[in-house]
């Protein structure tokens, strides 16, 4: 059994280990360096280190849509936009405190984390209970979503300035390790404690692939895509955090702009169905590392920054065409042939006699014949 469920599980993954493979190939081949690591002013460098760190926002907030498309077969478009509102909120509460303090800034994070779960809950009711589509739900936010940030803002750009955002953005004393993937590998730990020590991977997947069936087994669809909104609105609070303390300023209009585009690619990537239904978050979070390694390959390949996007859109539909179910089933039935080829020729092989039918034991030749 356990066989089995390992054998699902790396069938699941082929497809973004496969596709992240790739990408470090083609890196490889362009310098041999690619794994080298340096230590500049006592804390870790070079591109696996700067992979990691660029790619937190995203992986968490993978995370979250990776739930929400599991549970309401749709994607929230308004994710970037949440988190831009969230930390315009988290920057507010720190600049208006007496002092920026450890225990203010964590104040600060927690009122983030409420107003990222007022937004989840806010589209989530409207998936849930009014039955919109979730791409419709979220467009509200996606619309007019910056204009509230920018308001929030005070219509300038306020600049977190004091040392302890700067760590938390950056690098603490006498830690090697960027703190932004320190508190990303934080937060999938507790995304892991959670699936494993609760229900809600089972109720969120139950009401994806069929929400009568799990409305008659005693699940609630609607608490179950409200609760899912709401995590969802979490995880944006948190990105939208670890955003704003790596710039050290707050901009209401660029900051995490497009990333709702890259969070369900990295869901597509990670072997996830945006119908919903079965998720892997270990799949979801190798493709969003598997963006961010595409991003810097491009940039190392000196590709111009404003035709990286036309890269990435061709790079989208080669994976698309190759995951769609048309060429699985293709490749499935020349699978099948070659099998059957293989077969062929091994009973091809085998000698005269070892093709014979063999005789019944007891039998007599010469009665037959006579016969």
């Known amino acids: 059994m356990v066989g089995i469920r390992a054998k699902a599980t790396l069938s699941h993954l082929f497809l973004p280990l496969s596709v992240l493979g790739l990408l470090i190939i083609i890196n490889l081949i ?3 360096d690619y794994f080298s690591v340096s230590i500049i002013n006592g804390a870790l460098y070079g ?9 937190s926002e995203l992986v968490i907030i993978s995370i979250g849509m990776t739930l929400v498309t599991a549970s309401s077969g749709g994607q929230d478009i308004s994710v970037g936009v949440a988190a831009t509102i969230a930390s315009a909120v988290f920057v507010q509460f720190v600049i208006n405190s007496s002092e920026a303090t450890l225990l203010s800034i964590l104040a600060g994070f927690l009122v983030s984390c409420g107003i990222g779960i007022l937004i989840g809950a806010f589209n989530g009711s409207l998936v849930a209970i009014f039955k919109v589509q979730p791409m419709v739900a979220t467009l509200i936010l996606f619309t007019g979503g910056r204009s509230i940030a920018f308001l929030i803002d005070g219509k300038l750009s306020p600049v977190l300035a004091n040392d302890l955002t700067n760590q938390i953005g950056g690098v603490i004393p006498g830690v090697p390790i ?3 993937i320190i508190l990303t590998v934080l937060f999938i730990g507790i995304v ?4 494993k020590f609760t229900n809600l991977k089972l109720y969120a997947e139950s009401v994806g692939v069929n929400e009568k069936a799990a409305r008659l087994n005693g699940i609630d669809p609607v608490k179950v895509k409200f ?3 709401m995590i969802m609105g979490i995880c944006t609070a948190v990105a939208g955090f670890i955003a704003v303390t790596k710039a050290g ?3 209401s209009v660029n900051l995490l702009k497009f990333i709702e585009l890259d969070a369900i690619l990295a869901v597509a990537i990670g072997g996830n169905v945006l119908s919903g239904g079965k998720f892997s978050i270990t799949g979801s979070i190798i493709g969003a590392y598997t963006i961010e390694v595409l991003n810097r390959t491009l940039l190392r390949l000196e590709v111009n920054t404003e035709a990286i996007k036309a890269f990435k859109a061709v790079f989208i539909i080669v994976l698309m065409a190759v995951s769609s179910p048309v060429v699985r089933e293709i490749a499935r039935k020349l699978a099948n ?5 293989t077969d062929k020729g091994t009973l091809g092989q085998q000698s005269p006699t070892e093709m014979e039918e063999p005789a019944i034991p007891g039998s007599d030749t010469s009665t037959k014949k006579e016969m």
């Open 178 to 180: 960027q703190t932004p």
């Open 192 to 195: 892991v404690l959670v699936l």
């Open 30 to 32: 362009k310098g041999a």
């Open 47 to 55: 591109n696996i280190p700067n992979i990691l760190f660029g790619a």
């Open 249 to 251: 300023r707050h901009d």
């Open 337 to 341: 042939r070659v099998r059957e080829k």
């Open 227 to 229: 609760m899912t909104y």
